[in-house]
């Protein structure tokens, strides 16, 4: 599986993908649509997506019919929304965020903004990024009842459990070293 965070940008106007392209490809994969639809497609055909940035405003499926489909789908409904807005756009940020869009980036994009909203997107929410790679994972049982059960958890205690569980696997993953005996 691969360990970078996939990020699935939605937009119809190839500049704008072209500008959060290069915000985000040195540190993610970053796949591209030119709508809705095109998402969609991308969605049903198994490629794993961790974080989605979205236009609202597009031809063939515009962003606010998109939330609609994902956000009724039990496939995709927990994959992260960031919505691009322009200003003035008020009342499509509200159909958004009614609609479960997490964030919102503004056009025209501050590099740094832009990325920082979605690390932030990605660390708190290790979680539901965990459960969301797991779904497409090939993982053994165990690893699905230790997903719920942490799901299953209160809220305030989630994240020092899988603080332990990092560091429990991160030590157990880290190469013995070999002491020489000189």
């Not at 597009?58 to 009724?72: A, Q, R």
């Not at 499509?92 to 869009?101: F, M, P, R, S, T």
């Not at 332990?164 to 157990?172: G, P, V, Y």
């Amino acid at each position: 599986m691969n360990d970078r965070i996939v990020i699935l940008i939605i937009d119809d106007i190839e500049v704008n993908r072209v500008i959060l392209k290069g915000i985000f490809e040195n540190d993610y994969d970053v796949i591209e649509a030119e709508n809705g639809a095109q998402a969609l497609e991308i969605l049903d055909n198994g490629i794993k997506v961790d974080v989605i940035l979205l236009d609202i405003i597009m031809p063939v499926m515009d962003g606010i019919d998109f939330l609609k489909n994902i956000k009724s789908d039990k496939r995709y409904c927990d994959i992260p929304i960031v919505v691009n807005t322009q200003a003035g756009e008020q009342e499509n940020e509200y159909k958004a965020l009614v609609l479960g869009a997490d964030d919102f980036i503004a056009k025209p994009y501050e590099p740094k903004i832009v990325k920082r909203r979605i690390t932030n997107i990605i660390t708190k929410n290790p979680i539901r990024i965990l459960y969301w790679r797991l779904r497409y994972a090939i993982a053994p049982w165990w690893m699905d009842a230790e997903i719920f059960f942490i799901l299953s958890l209160p809220s305030g205690k989630r994240s020092t459990f899988c603080a332990l569980l990092a560091t429990k696997r991160s030590a157990m993953m880290e190469p013995k070293s070999v002491s020489s005996a000189n």
